[in-house]
C-alpha cells in the first residue's frame, strides 16, 4: 500500500510539473496603441497565419461573423468619443467582429470586449456597425493591424491578412474639441490666448485669421514675452507681413531670458532667413 501511495504521488508531482510548462500559442496575441491628436487607441488581438490555406470565403466564410483574429475576441479601445466611417461611437472598449464578403465587408462594434470568439456573439449587444471596401494588398502571412495616415484628427484603421487589407476610419474631433475648450478657458494668464493661438496657428482651418490675430493680442496685452511675441511674428510672416514680422521677432530676442539662449538663437536664424 506504502508503495503506491509513493508511485501515485510520484505521479501526481510529474502531472503537476508538466502542467506548469508554458508552451506558445498557434495564433499569438497582439497589441497595438495609437493617439490620435487626445485620443488612444487599442487594439488587442491573436495572429494567425496563412499557412499555405485558403484564407477567404473557406478557412474564413463568407458572410458568417468572424472573430477577426484567432483564441479571444479582438477588443478595440477609445479614449474619447469618436467617429468611425462618419458614425459616432462613445469611448469604451468593444469586441471587434466583421463579415466578410467579396465586394463589402461590415464592422462590427460588439458592448460585450470579453468573450472568446465569436462563438458566443449576440448581434443583439452591437452598439455600431459600418461598412468598409476590402482592397487587394501585398501578401501578409500573419493577420495584423495598422494605424495609418495620422493626422491630429482622424486616421485609418486597416486590417490586413493574406493579399486583403480592409480600412475603416477613425475621427477624433481633436481641432474642434480643443478650440471649444480653448475658447471657453476663462483664464487671466497670457498663456490660455497664445494656447489657443498656437494651436490654431499649427492646425490651418481650426481657426480664422482674425481670431488668431484676436488672441496673440489678447496674451500679450497680459504679458509680452518672447513665446508670445515670436508667435506673433510667425502669424505676421505667414501672412506676407515680412517686415512687421522681422520687427516683431526682433522685440522677442530682446525680452528672451537667460535660460531661453538657444531660443533666441531660433528666432534669430530666423530672422535672418526673412531678411533675404
Do not use: C
Amino acid at each position: 500500500m506504502r508503495k503506491i501511495i509513493i508511485v501515485l504521488l510520484a505521479l501526481f508531482v510529474a502531472t503537476t510539473a508538466f502542467a506548469q510548462v508554458p508552451t506558445p500559442r498557434v495564433s499569438p496575441g497582439a497589441t497595438l496603441t495609437q493617439t490620435v491628436g487626445l485620443t488612444d487607441i487599442t487594439i488587442k488581438y491573436s495572429r494567425p497565419g496563412v499557412k499555405g490555406r485558403t484564407i477567404w470565403g473557406d478557412l474564413v466564410p463568407y458572410d458568417q461573423v468572424w472573430r477577426t483574429g484567432a483564441n479571444e475576441a479582438t477588443t478595440i479601445s477609445f479614449g474619447n468619443d469618436v467617429w468611425i466611417n462618419g458614425q459616432k461611437l462613445a469611448k469604451g472598449t468593444y469586441s471587434l467582429h466583421t463579415i466578410p464578403s467579396q465586394s463589402e465587408w461590415t464592422v462590427i462594434f460588439n458592448g460585450v470586449a470579453d468573450q472568446w470568439g465569436s462563438y458566443s456573439y449576440d448581434e443583439s449587444k452591437d452598439v455600431l456597425r459600418v461598412k468598409a471596401k476590402p482592397e487587394t494588398a501585398e501578401h501578409r502571412e500573419w493577420m495584423g493591424f495598422e494605424i495609418n495616415d495620422l493626422s491630429t484628427d482622424t486616421a485609418k484603421v486597416v486590417l490586413r491578412w493574406e493579399k486583403v487589407a480592409v480600412p475603416f476610419t477613425v475621427d477624433t474631433k481633436t481641432t474642434e474639441r480643443t478650440m471649444t475648450a480653448l475658447k471657453n478657458a476663462v483664464n487671466p494668464d497670457w498663456r490660455a490666448p497664445f494656447q489657443a493661438a498656437s494651436f490654431a496657428f499649427e492646425n490651418k482651418g481650426a481657426a480664422t485669421d482674425q481670431e488668431i490675430s484676436d488672441w496673440l493680442n489678447k496674451s500679450l496685452s497680459i504679458n509680452e514675452n518672447t513665446n508670445n511675441l515670436y508667435l506673433k511674428a510667425r502669424f505676421l510672416e505667414r501672412l506676407g507681413k515680412k517686415a512687421e514680422a522681422i520687427k516683431t521677432a526682433e522685440q522677442a530676442i530682446a525680452v528672451a531670458r537667460p535660460d531661453q539662449k538657444n531660443f533666441a538663437d531660433t528666432i534669430r536664424q530666423n530672422v535672418e532667413r526673412w531678411k533675404k
